[in-house]
């Protein structure tokens, strides 16, 4: 809740009831004088027939008027008004009857002074509690300039490298920086000069935000964190001067470490001809660049920053001086993986059969993020069960739930569309299975996804991979045509069902001869032009490609080729395993779902 929106609601309350509390008060000193028809000509009558037997005369300020209150033998009370009290006081003394008579009343201090105070203070409280409401845009616009860095100290940054598993060599080069924060005069005595700037550059989820807090909790230096994002408004001169009001700060409170995370969004390449000279991007990039390495000096502060776009940042930012540093931070390798599981895993009971091991193994290319959100949904699927402890079997579900999609077994399918999808798991399959470089099969199911599938088979690696040679690429493609490949063997028909595995295919094969030689009739000739794209702005008011009309046919045949070459090398696999082929199926049709081991028991 917003604390001074409950400040402003309780004084206005206060106001309110202190108000209300002055209007009762007023009007119990002045209570209301209540109508009555008793008349002068019945006071009089009743005086003369001695029917009067008490007279109170109260004096108004204004003279001769007042006010009588007459009390009579019947006990009743009557108020009246009168214009001359003189004159009443003669007539009851002609008839001797009892009258008193009050003094003016004077006006208490409370009515004088403490009342209209009380008005006076409420009304100027009134007015400045409502400008302070209307007041809260004007204040954001007079700060709109500063920066939305925020800063953590050494109490409130609680990770170390301890909690960062997986990134063994990463963390061996920061801690050089560490080391320099907690003890500068080593490296100074010797005219060493520490990194200025470190960039932490790799694909998303693999740690690069949680290493920079890690650098901060282990130096013990306050911690500046922004995105690059903040710095960028639709008014210029705003993103320059909130870096400027950021290194402020952070002179302030050196030795500090400033961490700009996503720095893309603030330091792409300048004179793309997006935006014009005076784009407020390049006013923010310019004034980081000064303020990294120009003229002033930043003693202690070392900017730390985290991208996975590092092919579009300005030249300008990665030069030594300004980024001296660059820490590559990947996907972890099988023991890295072992390490985050590990770490993923403590609070979540894990049951005897949960092996931490295995898992590390089947989860080739996941990055830190993927495996705790791998472990999140296992733990997710537990608790739904009712159990309070993690299976194995959680893990296998959770890992299909990520890797393919949730499956959908409400969905209604018509049993020809399941035969035909069980015969296209099964070719994938034997594919998977007879091919070296692409298996062994783990799941094959024909239940829907969530992504639209009507299927899935899912590989299982069993190393990491640092490269890919074309043999595994053509045997990619192969195992990817395989569904097609079985539909038109059993059915003499095809359907829409490999339309995302004949895209894959293309862009394996084309990847084949654009991106990486491994065509025999267009050479070790780069053709791909993907990377320059027209946003990045190396191709803007270019030539969408870099080469001819001849040059752009062979492309295309040579694509046709080799995917023709993989689907009659896939067709030929799987009419000498037609026999697994049809008993897959049949299995499949029956079980929905079947392992690598009821797979494999079919060969």
Known sequence: MNNNRTRGISGLTLLFGLVLVAIIY????????????????????????????????????????????????????????????????????????????????????????????????????????????????????????????????????????????????????????????????????????????????????????????????????????????????????????????????????????????????????????????????????????????????????????????VDILDPAILRPGRFDRKVMVGRPDVQGRLEILKVHAKGKPLGDDVDLEQTARTTAGFTGADLENLLNEAAILAAKEGRIYLQQSDIRHAFIKVGIGAEKKSRVISEKEKRITAFHEAGHAILFHVLPDVGPVYSVSIIPTGVGAAGYTMPLPEKDEMFNTKGRMLQNITVALGGRAAEEMVFDDITTGASQDILQATSYAKSMVTKFGMSEQLGLVNYDNDSDEVFIGRDWGHASRGYGEKVASAIDMEVKRIIDECYVEAKKIIEEHRDVLDSCAELLLQKEKITREEFEALF
């Open 26 to 309: 007023w009007f119990m000193g002045n209570p209301g004088i209540q109508e009555s028809s008793y008349t002068y000509r019945d006071f009089q009558s009743a005086v003369k027939e001695e029917q009067i037997t008490h007279v109170e005369i109260r004096q108004n300020r204004v003279a001769p008027t007042g006010t009588l209150r007459i009390q009579d033998k019947k006990g009743e009370m009557h108020e009246l008004h009168v214009s001359d009290v003189n004159e009443t006081q003669d007539f009851l003394d002609s008839y001797d009857v009892e009258f008193e008579v009050e003094d003016v009343p004077q006006d208490s201090w409370v009515l004088t002074t403490l009342l209209p105070t009380l008005l006076m203070v409420g009304v100027v409280l009134f007015v400045v509690a409502m400008m302070n409401r209307q007041g809260g845009a004007n204040a954001k616009a007079m700060n709109f300039g500063k920066s939305r860095a925020k800063m953590s100290t050494e109490l409130d940054n609680k990770v170390t490298f301890d909690q960062v598993a997986g990134l063994k060599e990463e963390k061996e080069e920061l801690e050089e920086i560490v080391d320099f924060l907690k003890a500068p005069g080593k490296y100074i005595q010797v005219g060493a000069r520490i990194p200025k700037g470190v960039l932490l550059e790799g694909p998303p989820g693999t740690g690069k935000t949680l290493l920079a807090k890690a650098v901060a909790g282990e130096a013990g230096v306050p911690f500046f964190t922004i995105s690059g994002s903040d710095f960028v408004e639709m008014f210029v001169g705003v993103g320059a001067s909130r870096v400027r009001d950021l290194f402020e700060d952070a002179k302030r409170n050196s030795p500090c470490i400033v961490f700009i995370d996503e720095i893309d969004a603030v330091a792409r390449r300048r004179g793309t001809g997006m935006g014009g000279g005076h784009d407020e991007r390049e006013q923010t990039l310019n004034q980081l660049l000064v303020e990294m390495d120009g003229f002033g000096v930043n003693e202690g502060i070392i900017v730390m920053a985290a991208t996975n776009r």
